[in-house]
């Protein structure tokens, strides 16, 4: 009993003891708490207005340059393409209203966009490489060799490429029967849709990039991201080759890790011979889609727009295209 009754009374002793702490603590430490909470929350509350405010002000004069631009943009590209012809070619994942606009602007700058050739989703599956590269061997020229270390994105870029395009001025939009059959071949393999008359060779090449980069949680998910990536940089380097130039355009996010602009940047002998507007989702950016086309003509290339590894907004100049370049690959 008289254990009992101890430990009764220790057990009521604590509680009491509690009672006491919790009521002493709000009591003598309520009002600082609470005065330095609320001082905080105002302060967070202030600070968050501010920014609200900030970002207001710079969506309305983005908005606004944006605006002055779109409105001008006749004037800051006209001629500059006149009798060029441009060829579309459109990575899957790329935005339709992008690819609509930069289309336009060229139009805009005097030049005749000869057609669109649309990858689709099973070009760039890497399990369907093999295919890919059955099917660029079955349909390449015969004059055709392909480098002995090309991979099966080398290979169709290769081909395809030589179906929309020539540096050789004699032979700009003239159809040839054997390019259209390439073409066809693709599209039946379901690797390629193709709008209005893409096979009637131009002079130059833009192709889109996809909004969404290429990435993977996993190592191997990193590798296939990096093969996909490759297979659009791959196309871009046909494209350049097989006529007087191209250019890679997107929004920002192709400029981000694992977007196809990052994947060509990275690599510098690439860099040097195709151009990259990372900005093409602007209207500003769609200006120097044009003027970046424009300096492929002289043999010169540049990345340009506000992403990693770019060199400027838009090109420093714009030579006219020379004698010994026009004909050239950019």
Not at 62 to 91: F, Q
Not at 178 to 203: C, N, S, W
Not at 252 to 272: K, N, P
């Amino acid at each position: 009993m008289i254990d009992f009754r101890y430990h009764l009374v220790s057990i009521v002793a604590i509680f009491l003891a509690l009672s006491v702490g919790i009521v002493l603590g709000t009591t003598l430490l309520k009002e600082p708490a609470i005065d330095a909470a609320e001082t905080l929350a105002n302060q967070l509350r202030e600070g968050n207005t501010a920014l609200r405010d900030d970002l207001q002000v710079l969506q309305k004069r983005g908005a606004a340059n944006d605006a002055l631009i779109l409105a001008d943009t006749p004037k800051l590209v006209k001629d500059e393409l006149i009798g060029k012809r441009v060829v579309i070619v459109e990575s899957p994942g790329t935005t339709a209203t992008m690819r609509e606009a930069v289309q336009q602007v060229i139009l805009e700058a005097g030049a005749t966009v000869t057609g669109r050739v649309a990858l689709a989703d099973r070009y760039v599956d890497v399990s369907q490489s093999a295919f890919v590269d059955k099917l660029a061997t079955a349909a390449k020229p015969a004059e055709m060799i392909f480098p002995v270390a090309g991979t099966a994105y080398d290979k169709a870029a290769a081909v395809l490429a030589s179906a929309i395009l020539t540096s050789d001025p004699a032979q700009v939009g003239k159809e040839d029967p054997a390019a259209a059959e390439v073409l066809d071949a693709f599209q039946r393999g379901g690797l390629l849709t193709v709008t209005d008359k893409p096979a009637e060779h131009a002079d130059l090449a833009v192709l889109t990039a996809p909004a969404e980069p290429y990435v993977g949680e996993t190592a191997a998910e990193q590798a296939i991201a990096a093969e996909q990536a490759g297979a659009i940089v791959a196309m871009a380097l046909g494209l350049d080759e097989a006529g007087q130039g191209a250019v890679l355009v997107g929004p920002q996010s192709a400029a981000a890790a694992g977007g196809t602009i990052t994947a060509l940047r990275e690599d510098t002998s690439f860099e040097e011979r195709v151009s990259t507007v990372d900005t093409a989702d602007m209207p500003a950016g769609r200006v120097v889609v044009v003027y970046a086309l424009r300096e492929q003509l002289s043999g010169l290339a540049g990345q340009y727009g506000i992403g990693p590894g770019a060199s400027g907004v838009e090109p420093s100049a714009t030579p006219a295209p020379t004698a010994t370049t026009a004909t050239s690959g950019g």
